[in-house]
């Protein structure tokens, strides 16, 4: 899990290179499916139930699920890039959002937070904690923000399954939940949003967006709880 997390650390550095305003998410798409095959790896997500690409690109006001487009990105969009690494029958997950050129105030706000309440919750990912801690951690500090913490999805467990026990909520009271032990492996990957927290799935099955429109972001690691802390595995 650790090398899958090393490649899709790496590939997100060149996704990084590449949003700019003209370029679109298909052409992200096409370059991590390539990437990955180049590296020894496969993107996981690709035929997941039925998911026809190697991403999940989400723009703007979606929450996450997007299919990737050929519609070009402009300056001020935000869009998350999430994908799931298959490397020797190991999985690493991660997502990460992304400014296109230079947006708004309340999108640097928004993306700030996001990944910061990443942080805050993994900073709770050891053993004797419990999931409730990561979960309310989390949303304090967003409440705090002034932002809506999406609850319609949550992060999991992970391994040799894309999506294993536990469910990992990121909303929640402290001290409740299942208890964290040395050797699980998991991801957290608050989405949050400037507006209602709720979400509404499109036509197409997968596509989660705002019901407002407003903007949402999500980041997102998979982490090992070890006695000495949490290791980030797909550190960037």
Partial sequence: MRDAGKLLASC?????????????????????EQYLRENGATPEQKGYHGYP????ASVNDVICHGFPS???????DIVTIDMVVNRRGWLADSAWSYAV?????????????TETALFLGIAKAVPGNRIGDIAHAIETFATACGLAVVRQFAGHGIGREMHEDPVVPHYGSAGRGMELREGM????????????????IGADGWTARTVDGSLSAQYEHTLAITPDGPIILTAL
């Fill in 12 to 32: 997100h550095q060149e996704i990084g290179k590449r949003v700019r305003p003209g370029v679109s998410t298909w052409e992200i798409d096409q370059f991590v």
């Fill in 53 to 56: 690409y190697a991403t999940c």
């Fill in 70 to 76: 050929h519609e070009p990105l402009v300056e001020g």
């Fill in 101 to 113: 050129g230079k947006v708004s105030e309340d999108a640097q706000r928004l993306l700030r937070a």
């Fill in 185 to 200: 492996c998991l991801t957290i990957e608050p989405m949050l949003n400037l507006g209602a927290f709720k979400a509404q």
